[in-house]
Structures are given as C-alpha cells and as structure tokens.
C-alpha cells in the first residue's frame, strides 16, 4: 500500500474540519429557523404579596404595626437599618403578558402608621381579571362572602361534627412487645 505524502494528509485533513464546519454552520440556521416556530413553555413567576387599592385605602394613619400587618400581610422587606419602614412589593412576570411591578412603602413612627408611598394598586377584580388571559369574556367572581353565605357555611359543619363522648372515644389495643434483652437469671 502507497504511503501519501506528508502535506497530502494535512491538506485532506485541514479539508475535512473546513466541511464539517460548513455543515455546522448550514445545520445551525436550519434548527434556528425550526426553534423560531416553538415556542418553549415559560414558567409563570409571582413574587412578593399583592396589595390592592382596596386594601391601601383601609389603612389609616396611627394604625398599630399589628392592624397594618393584619391588612397588609408580613412585608416582603423589613430592615433593621429601616426599623420604621415596611416595603412591599409585587411582581408578575408571565408569557404573552405585560411585566408587572408594583411597590408599596409603609412608615411608621415608633409603634404608629405615619404615612404610605404607594405606586397606583388596582382593585381586586382588576387584577383578578388580568390573570386568565386565556378566556375572553370570562365573569369575575365573586370575591367577597355575603353574610347568608357564611352562615350557611358554619351551619352543615357543626351540624354535621357529632359530639365527643368519653364512651365514644375508641381506646387504643393493648399490645405486648417482646423484651430488647433477654431475661437475666
């Protein structure tokens, strides 16, 4: 068998690595082109505690830390180099939807509400109607409990729960375990 030239063997070589990058190049626009048309599952990212107008509107100046937590929930940033400032803030990033922001700034003096920053908060049924964006036309719900309906509620749960009786409580079996060490002599 012929043994090729030195430089032939290089040539044929340093050939092959320019075709094969040609090709990568040509496959490389190709699958771009085809991952253009998928598009990938993005995940739904919410952080932080939503705050609706209605919610910043019930705040009243000299509030006590506890009322504003008791409306506001635990803020997302406390500092203990801002003691007498509660941050809140709220994002929502979905696909196919407008990236939301929105801040709210709670300050106290002492144990006291003294006043609020806020960007504009939407109500309740604004936001609730801008997260399914899949059905057009689609009705609210109702967000608040009318008073019949909490009764009715309560009602069939205490009704329904029988009460406790020392007889009724079902005592657990006696079981007999073997010894962890043999008996002694």
């Known amino acids: 068998m012929p043994v090729l030239p030195q430089r032939v063997t290089r040539a044929a070589l340093m050939l092959a690595v320019f075709l094969a990058a040609a090709g990568c190049s040509s496959f490389d626009s190709a699958s771009q082109r085809v991952a253009g048309l998928v598009t990938p599952y993005k995940v739904e990212v919410v952080q932080g505690n939503f705050v609706s ?28 180099f801002h003691a007498d400032r509660w941050d809140y803030v709220f994002t929502l990033r979905r696909q196919g939807v407008e990236y939301q922001q ?9 144990e ?15 936001f609730v109607s801008t997260l399914d964006n899949k059905r057009k036309n689609a009705k609210v719900p109702q967000l608040e409990a009318s008073e019949e309906a909490l009764k009715a509620a309560t009602r069939p749960a205490a009704a329904a729960a029988p009460a406790a009786t020392p007889a009724a409580v079902p005592q ?14």
């Open 172 to 185: 657990p079996a006696a079981t007999a375990y073997p010894p962890l060490e043999p008996a002694t002599r």
């Open 53 to 80: 107008r209605e919610q910043v509107e019930a705040l009243q100046p000299g509030m006590g830390r506890q009322q504003v937590r008791d409306i506001l929930g635990t803020p997302l940033l406390a500092s203990v």
């Open 112 to 126: 006291v509400l003294d006043h609020v920053e806020a960007d504009t908060m939407p109500t309740e049924a604004e």
């Open 102 to 110: 929105r801040k709210l700034a709670v300050f106290f003096k002492g």
